[in-house]
């Protein structure tokens, strides 16, 4: 079946970066674009971007586009999201899922998402 | 940005309920919403697209209407599975969620 993999959480110090990959499977990887969203304690959901699979063409939420990088490997069928500069903002559950439809034009959604990565940033 | 409210933020209810949850955009958006069900620390998932087309899967108790600026999420039978959290998402332009809304035991 169709599913995203993330990678395990992660504990880090302000000013730190943090890398949190999603593997897919069940599907063709470079048909579909992957969204990044995050989601702060007891919060609602964030979009930080996407990231078109095949193209590698990025599109970022004006919030994070200076300290955020998307990018995939092909063949390895997995996507990645770093973070930089990370404060105790930044601390929250970082989820990846698939794009469906055309979000420039006729509206897109998600499905499915990976189970989610949570990031602690603490001194 | 597109913002987005939901109302009521929570709701008490009984097996069996109908329940009925409201989404706004602050410009209009088409049909372009969809909803999500999020159960504590679990990844959200699809319920309604374009406004009104049920995912594949999805119960059909679950509906979705509206269209331009009003959306409205109905259970019309809420089952115990059902108690969770709702967002609703536009995807006009800027992606952006709706705080969501809080479904639990009365």
């Known amino acids: 079946q169709v599913q995203l993999v993330q990678s395990g959480a992660e504990v880090k110090r302000p000013g730190a970066s943090v890398r949190v990959s999603c593997k897919a499977t069940g599907y063709t990887f470079m048909n579909h674009a992957i969204h990044w969203v995050r989601q702060a304690p007891g919060q609602s959901l964030e979009w930080m971007g996407w990231?078109?699979?095949?193209?590698?063409?990025?599109k970022f939420s004006q919030q994070f586009q200076d300290r955020v990088t998307f990018f995939r490997n092909t063949s390895a069928s997995t996507a990645y999201m770093e973070l930089r500069s990370l404060t105790s903002e930044d601390t929250a559950v970082y989820f990846c899922a698939r794009n469906l439809g055309y979000c420039v034009t006729t509206g897109c959604w998600f499905d499915p998402w990976g189970q989610g990565t949570l990031v602690t940033v603490s001194s | 940005d597109i913002q987005m409210t939901q109302s009521p933020s929570s709701l008490s209810a009984s097996v069996g309920d109908r329940v009925t949850i409201t989404c706004r955009a602050s410009?209009?958006?088409?049909?372009?919403l969809n909803w999500y069900q999020q159960k504590p620390g679990k990844a959200p998932n699809l319920l309604i697209y374009g406004a009104s087309s049920l995912q594949s899967g999805v119960p059909s108790r679950f509906s979705g209407s509206g269209s331009g600026t009003d959306f409205t999420l109905t259970i019309s039978s809420l089952q115990p599975e059902d108690f969770a959290t709702y967002y609703c998402q536009q995807s006009y332009n800027i992606l952006t969620f709706g705080p969501g809304t809080k479904v639990d035991f009365k």
């Open positions: 990231i078109n699979a095949g193209s590698g063409t990025t």
């Open positions: 410009q209009s958006i088409s049909n372009n």
